[in-house]
């Protein structure tokens, strides 16, 4: 098989960055994805969403049933963009230049990369106020620790938050297990709770949303984490093995979230989970919530390296960056986005962890019409084939400012607006007039799906993929001859 390739994996600091894998130093294994994509959901970020639902009345059933749809739908959108890595050798926004141009690109990049770092000042903050709740650490050493060791992973690279990933699993998915079995059994504790949960329709959408866009906001990642597969590794195996690991983590998490709202009362995570191990067996509780923020340390450094990505794609568009510095400006990326994302965290309050989520909420909007353009691209319009040496090319075949694809890109977003419902951010907030219309439920993601994808294909009907294929097959001779 293709994906057994036995290709050593190198032990030190990763030396690429946003340039092309060689087929040589393919040394990815298919069995990887899964596991990878399990642990980034299997921390207790993902408890808090499955809270969503209980406060605006739903029931645990409900909260399930909302929550497992979002998260198959949102799955299946980053899964779909984790096929592209094998194929192409790339990461992910890199390969968005085809679609938006090689300047162009930049646009799309500021909505991805605000992602990575709003993520990282997240959970910079549930770290220290979770860990100071529940075992009364230092908040301040808290968020200094995890931020360093963060960086330390996205420096080393690739290779090391697949290592790294695969060991916090082996430990913490066993003590997970224990305990849902102590959950089921009834024997995790319960307080009493005088609210009544059932069914509402906004409560249903906002689960469904929130878990939707949970994954969806994945997509910029994912082939940052398959690019080193070899090349004629099967899409479909990509495709289920990235929305498995990804989607069964989830859904469990969020409903283990409901039940830890509602039985509870928990509004931590991981008090929760402390809580909720220890009265079923001594200690389990405290081991769980230790290991599940160890995994949630570790999605920050897959993070951070994901952000590096984002960032010295940005830069390069507008100054070159020599194949030969490649590996210094990604630890420079990473160290300038750890101090960043260190210092934003410490100026926010407890009280202002919402307006972060709101921040998230809008980058979801910016998001939703990028992966919509890149997935008809890829899939639909040029079909998996590019010329990888024209994407590096400033005067390549893909233009600076591809209008096709911008053109796309903003119709969508703009489509988007009167559906939106915009938290509280700051002194504003924003409701569209369809949103209110519509009982403030949000499904203006799903609209910039849905205009994004048609108008993107109605632009690309003039496009000559024909014209294309001469370039395509002289770059893969040339890719070819220089690493032969």
Do not use: C
């Amino acid at each position: 098989m293709a994906d057994e390739i036995n290709i050593k994996a190198p032990i030190g600091i990763e030396k690429h960055s946003i340039d092309w894998i060689p087929d040589q130093e393919r040394h990815g294994k298919l069995w990887h994805q899964a596991p990878l994509w399990f642990l980034g959901n299997f921390q207790y970020f993902t408890i808090p969403i499955g809270f969503i639902g209980p406060s605006l009345g739903l029931s645990i059933w409900w909260t399930f049933v909302a929550g497992a749809l979002g998260i198959v739908v949102g799955t299946t959108f980053m899964a779909f963009h984790g096929s592209q890595g094998p194929k192409l050798g790339l990461p992910q926004m890199i390969q968005s230049r085809a679609q938006f141009g090689y300047k162009g690109v930049v646009i799309v990049l500021f909505a991805a990369l605000f992602t990575y770092v709003a993520f990282n000042v997240t959970d910079q903050v549930l770290m220290a106020q979770g860990l100071s709740g529940a075992f009364h650490f230092n908040a301040q050493l808290v968020s200094l620790v995890v931020t360093v060791i963060a960086a330390v992973l996205a420096v080393l690279g690739h290779d090391w938050v697949h290592r790294v990933f695969r060991v916090l699993l082996a430990v913490s998915f066993p003590l997970m297990v224990v305990l849902t079995i102590g959950v089921i059994s009834g024997h995790a504790g319960a307080v009493p709770n005088k609210t009544h949960y059932g069914f509402s329709g906004v409560g249903f959408m906002a689960e469904f949303s929130a878990a939707a866009a949970y994954n969806i906001t994945y997509a910029p990642y994912v082939s940052d984490y398959s690019r080193y597969l070899p090349g004629k590794t099967r899409s479909l195996s990509v495709i289920f093995s990235v929305f498995f690991g990804a989607s069964t983590s989830a859904i469990w998490l969020i409903t283990l979230g409901a039940w830890l709202a509602v039985a509870l009362g928990a509004s931590d995570g991981l008090v929760g989970l402390k809580e909720a191990g220890n009265n079923f067996i001594g200690g389990l509780g405290s081991l769980t919530a230790i290991f599940s923020a160890a995994a949630l340390v570790a999605t920050m450094g897959m993070n951070a390296y994901g952000g590096a990505l984002t960032l010295l794609t940005g830069i390069d568009a507008f100054h070159r960056i020599k194949p030969s510095l490649m590996k210094r400006a990604r630890v420079l990326a990473v160290l300038a986005l750890t101090l960043l994302w260190y210092f934003v965290g410490e100026s926010i309050t407890a009280n202002a962890v919402n307006t972060v989520f709101t921040a998230l909420t809008l980058m979801l909007y910016l998001l939703v019409p990028w992966t919509a353009t890149n997935l008809i691209d890829f899939f639909f319009v040029r079909k998996g084939h590019y010329a990888i040496s024209e994407i590096f090319n400033p005067k390549g075949i893909y233009g600076s400012w591809s209008w096709r694809g911008l053109l796309a890109y903003v119709v969508g977003f703009l489509f988007e607006i009167p559906f939106m419902v915009l938290p509280q951010l700051g002194p504003l907030s924003y409701t569209g007039p369809i949103a209110k219309v519509l009982s403030g439920v949000d499904i203006s993601w799903l609209v910039g799906l849905a205009t994004t994808a048609i108008t993107y294909l109605l632009v690309t009907r003039s496009l000559d993929t024909k014209e294309e294929s001469l370039l395509i097959a002289k770059s893969n001779e040339e890719l070819q001859n220089s690493f032969s």
